[in-house]
DNA sequence: TAATATTAGTTCGTTACACTGACCATATGC
DNA sequence: GCATATGGTCAGTGTAACGAACTAATATTA
């Protein structure tokens, strides 16, 4: 059952979902139970100051109209709030609320405790090469991040 | 629009989902449109000697039956076909197909490409470092793989 | 400044996906 | 031999994803 060996695609991918599996389970269990992962995801991408539907769905990856769903029921269940973008009166800003922010909290909290793990396990000057590589990687795509 | 810094997990995830996308476009863009990106998901998990569907549901991160009715779309379509387990009278393997196989083809000759570029972009010796340590990461972690 | 084109976002309708619960068949342990 | 665990499917439900069509506001250009 030797799954082959693994291109960069899935070496990217499990510690990833690894991680996301662990948080998001953090959060649920924290009492944070009526959000959904799909609206974590997109959750995660909104920026302090607040963020445009279109530019999450291009973060997340998925169509507006989707972004859009996903924010009314964040919306419905006090994790995020719109407000009216100054900029521009067609579009509104996106920003986390009371019930997002403790949930943030909650997911930070876990993030930090995965990464003593990965530092522990790669040693901490080989782990803080490899998020610097990333950085760079990430920092190479061309998308709006 | 600052999003602010990123943490690992997103870091993780840029690269990924880049690759991921375009991976999925050159695939349906030779011809297999009929594929879709949970399918795909699931199909790249399938070792050469096939693969349980418990096993695939593991990876890929969902239930069972999700993975059974994903095997069933992709059987449909010829990428994949079911034989008994030798060694368990109650399982399935799971083995790409023709047109799996060559469809997975058109997949890798895009990651080689996707490879070369990031290759570049970091630096040969960076970007077989980072491979060498996502790899050490991905081992860290307890899942099947 | 009036006509045209773009852009931000929503609504509608449809399909695929993902989950829980229940179930059958085979294996395994005592 | 009987209880229990495991591999997989079936049924039912809710969420998420998409394309198409639409409204409202902003840019563009004549």
Redesign the pocket.
Known sequence: MDPGPLNVGLLLFIPYRELEERVFAAVQDAGYSD?????A??FQRISANG???????NR??????????????LESNGYVR?MP?P????????IADARGLAAAAVAAAEIQRIEAEWRKALGTARYERLVRDLDELAKHTNRPQ
């Open positions: 959000i959904t992962l799909p609206q995801r997109l963020s445009r539907i279109t530019d999450l769905a997340v990856y998925v169509t507006k109209q989707t972004a859009s769903v996903l924010v009314n029921s719109r973008d900029l521009d009166a067609r579009a509104s800003l996106v």
